[in-house]
């Protein structure tokens, strides 16, 4: 029985699938070579796509071991991949990758990486103040401003402007998100506070993935050459550990942590005594971050988000479709998922020109 509920969203997947590749096809075919630079960057999108869906899933498996210390888990990440970003900096100067160039621009640079980690902290904290006090139901929603932040601050600081048809696949990817959650959408009412404190905690990293992005074209205006995302990631992560570390007491409070140090421990030995599918995540999530750091320097902070976007629903899918380990199967798809999956796949592809002529940003 459950197979057979299953093959209707197989089916339904598969058809997409062709129909994408086989307007792809078509798309490339009557474009110059040069265009292949399209191609990479759509397969580095789908990359993108997958790895956050498999980040998703081992995030929710790594969960289950850990019990009540998520927020060591979240602490652990922070500080533990400023060492492993570190090393990864030191291994890539090492070998030539990160030239004097690039540490000088970085140097200059220094307040807007301090500007990357204190926005980071600040949407850490602000997301905790307000989303306790949300119905659950309404955070995916609210999240879609991401986009809109995104695409605002990028108009402001990059002086990006943004075609009708970028316009209309971004709202596509936004209510193809909200359509695939379907029926799990309870709305209700909830106080405005809260919801603008969510909002804040929204805006503040898509601000700092703009000023990634800034980064990155700045250095290849400059330098001649592309900046090596190990240095973005390290100095960016290094403010943010900082900024996190004084804001810790009251994040620990946010929490309901007592006594931190004694937290920290338990959670120590929480983690050591069923190390394995933590480590899953922490090894798939540091490949994330550095996807999507390689996809915001080849395309767009925007970019990046619609890439997101495609993940929630085969997130979804995965849940739905097999017995995630530690977790169980989820609950069977509903009848929004397959408009939800069409409207993202429409947005992508009307964002990016994959179907109809191509979408241009322009620079003033």
Known sequence: MEKDSETPWRCLLAILAVLLTAALRRRWANLPAPSSAM?????????????ATVNRVFYKVALVPLGDYVFFLAQFTTFGYVFVYWSAFLFNRSRGAISDGQLSFAGRRWQTFAWIGALEAGSVLLG?????????????????????????????????????????????????????AGSSLRLRSFDASPAVLFILSLALPALASVLKEKLFADARATLSEELNVFVVNTLGSSCQAVCVLLLLPVLAELQGVGDIREYLEEGASAFLSAPIWPCFYLAVNLFFNVSVLILLRTTSAVSV??????????????????????????????????LGLLLILGGLSLYHGWLKGTAKTSKV
């Not at 979804?316 to 380990?325: G, Q």
């Open 305 to 338: 988000s619609l890439a997101m976007a495609l993940a929630v629903p085969i997130t979804a899918l995965v849940f739905a479709s097999w017995d995630v380990p530690l977790v169980g199967q989820g609950q069977p798809l509903d009848r929004f998922f397959g």
């Open 128 to 180: 905790m103040l307000s989303a306790k006090s949300l119905p659950g139901e309404i955070l995916p929603v609210l999240s879609k401003l991401f986009l809109v932040f995104q695409m605002a601050f990028s108009k402001m600081l990059l002086k990006r402007r943004y075609s009708q048809s970028q316009l209309s696949g971004c709202a596509l990817c936004v209510l193809g998100v909200v359509a695939s």
């Open 39 to 51: 191609l990479g960057g759509g397969l580095l999108m789908l990359l993108t796509a997958v790895l």
